[in-house]
């Protein structure tokens, strides 16, 4: 069955539960309520396009300057990722708070939580660099948290598919073992 069919599914069940059985003017208002807050919440994921593609830029230019053996360059990078990954969180937060639907509201909030585990493990990678410690492990959870906002991100474009016509979208840095 395909995700679109289990979502009117799950949106039908979830209006008939509310209201102890449905009428058509209950399927609209739960429809134009799930409506706005995908068009609230994409506002708000394109209010972070930017943020999004210079992290993804921050990111994609660790390899390189690993392989250059540049360390400087290296955690400046890794700092601006962590400033630029917090963005998602305090921005896709609040307007969270404001939506009325709790599967759309999910989708969303799992889109900031991936942010926030980012932003962790960056933080966490800093401070490796900073203390000279074993850094793979730490880059393994980078690896993870880009893998979690990656597939945040595609759940969120399939719970709100008319404000995010396209299914597919960009991936926010390779693997670090790429890199």
Partial sequence: MSVAVLFLLA???LSACSSGGSTA?????????????????????AGLRDTFRQLSEQLDGLGPA????DFAEVKTRVTQGMRLSGQVSTTIDPVVDRMGSRLIGSAYRDVASAGGQL????SDFVTVLDNGHPAQPVADSV???LTALNTSMDRMRRACPAVFADAKGPQYGPP???R
């Fill in 119 to 122: 932003h962790t493990s960056l």
């Fill in 143 to 145: 690896t993870a948290a």
């Fill in 11 to 13: 949106a039908a069940l």
């Fill in 25 to 45: 003017t209950d399927r609209n208002r739960v429809a134009d309520a799930d409506t706005a807050d995908c068009t609230l919440g994409g506002q708000a994921i």
């Fill in 66 to 69: 690993a392989s250059r053996g």
């Fill in 176 to 178: 670090l073992g790429a």
